[in-house]
C-alpha cells in the first residue's frame, strides 16, 4: 500500500516529464512520527520508484498466496505483483514489468471476462478480472459524494466525454454500445463503469486482469513481437471488438485507451511515452493541447503541504 501510494504522488506531483525540471518526485516517507523525519525532502522520481519496488520486494517476502483473500479488498501476492509491473511499466523497466505482470497471468486466479458479461463485473464486488478494488458502501458514500454521480447525474455529471473516444470504438465493441457510453442534455458520459446511482455502493477497481495482459503485451514487445501480438489481442476477443494485425506501442497504446477509459491512465500514457497531449477539441479541451515537458505535466505542490515543511520545493511554472 505504501509502494502504491508514493507511485500514485510521484505521477502527480513528480517533474520527471518537465522539461528542464530537477527530476524532482515526492519524499518517501517509511517512518512514522520520526522527529528526524517530520520535514522529508523530495526524492527523485527514480529514487522513489527504486524504493516501491523495494518496498514490494520485502512485502512479498512476508506474504504467502495461500493467504490471499478471495474479496480483493485487501493487497494480495497478486495485487503486489500487479503494482509491482504497473510501476515498473511507467518508468521503462520492461524486464521487471515482464516479469510481475507474468506473474499475475502465470497464477491462472484472474479471468478475461466475455464482451456479455463485462458490463456486469462493473457492480459486481471481486469480480473474475478484480485484482484489486476499494470497498464502497452506501455510508461511504453519502448525498451526492459517489463517482457514479460525477460522471452522470442530473444534479451532477460533470465529467463529459470527447467525441474522439467514442469515435475509436468498433461498431460491435461492447466498450462503445450504449451499456458504456450514453449521452444527456449535457453531452456524451461514461454509463457503464461504476454504475450504480444512488447508493454508490459499487467497489473502485484500482487492479484489473487485463491491465496485466496489456503490460505483458508492451513488455515483451521489442523481444517477442509475435507473442505480443498474442496477449494484445486477448482483450479485444472478448469485447468483440477487431482483432490487431501487428502489435506496436501505438497499438497498444490505443487498445489502452479503449480498455482503461475513465479509469485515470490515459494522462499518464502519453506522458511515460513522451507524447503531447493531443488537441481535438479546442472548445472543450481548454488547455489547449499541452506539448510534453510543459510544467503542467507535473501538478503543482499544495499549499497545505508547502506551507507545513519548507523543504517541500515547488514545481517548476508554479
Request: charged share 20%; net charge negative.
Amino acid at each position: 500500500i505504501r509502494a502504491l501510494a508514493h507511485f500514485d504522488l510521484v505521477k502527480l506531483y513528480g517533474q520527471q516529464h518537465v522539461t528542464g525540471g530537477s527530476d524532482l518526485g515526492v519524499p518517501y516517507v517509511t517512518t512514522f512520527r520520526d522527529p528526524d523525519n517530520y520535514f522529508p525532502t523530495r526524492k527523485t522520481a527514480t529514487e522513489v520508484k527504486t524504493l516501491a519496488i523495494a518496498d514490494l520486494d520485502q512485502a512479498l517476502t512476508l506474504m504467502s498466496p495461500a493467504l490471499n483473500d478471495a474479496t480483493k479488498q485487501t493487497i494480495t501476492t497478486h495485487a503486489a505483483n500487479a503494482i509491482k509491473a504497473k510501476i515498473a511499466l511507467y518508468f521503462g523497466d520492461m524486464t521487471t514489468a515482464k516479469d510481475a505482470a507474468w506473474a499475475v497471468i502465470n497464477s491462472q486466479a484472474f479471468t478475461i471476462p466475455d464482451a456479455a458479461d463485462f458490463a456486469a463485473t462493473w457492480s459486481t464486488d471481486s469480480a473474475a478480472n478484480s485484482i484489486f478494488e476499494i470497498a464502497a458502501s452506501p455510508t461511504d458514500n453519502s448525498g451526492i459524494n459517489g463517482l457514479a454521480n460525477i460522471y452522470r447525474g442530473s444534479t451532477y455529471g460533470d465529467i463529459s466525454i470527447l467525441q474522439n473516444l467514442k469515435d475509436i470504438y468498433d461498431a460491435n465493441d461492447v466498450r462503445g454500445s450504449a451499456a458504456f457510453i450514453g449521452s444527456d442534455a449535457l453531452g456524451i458520459k461514461n454509463v457503464g463503469k461504476y454504475p450504480t446511482m444512488g447508493t454508490f455502493d459499487d467497489n473502485i477497481s484500482v487492479l484489473r486482469y487485463e491491465e496485466m495482459v496489456l503490460i505483458y503485451a508492451e513488455a515483451i514487445l521489442a523481444t517477442d513481437p509475435v507473442g505480443s501480438l498474442t496477449y494484445l489481442n486477448m482483450i479485444p476477443a472478448k469485447r468483440n471488438a477487431t482483432p490487431y494485425l501487428v502489435s506496436s506501442l501505438d497499438n497498444i497504446l490505443l487498445e489502452r485507451r479503449k480498455e482503461f477509459a475513465f479509469e485515470g491512465m490515459r494522462f499518464h500514457d502519453l506522458a511515460r511515452t513522451g507524447k503531447d497531449i493531443p488537441l481535438v477539441d479546442p472548445f472543450n479541451q481548454t488547455h489547449g493541447g499541452a506539448t510534453y515537458g510543459d510544467f503542467r505535466y507535473a501538478y503543482p505542490i499544495p499549499n497545505a503541504e508547502a506551507d507545513v515543511n519548507s523543504n517541500v520545493v515547488q514545481n517548476k511554472g508554479y
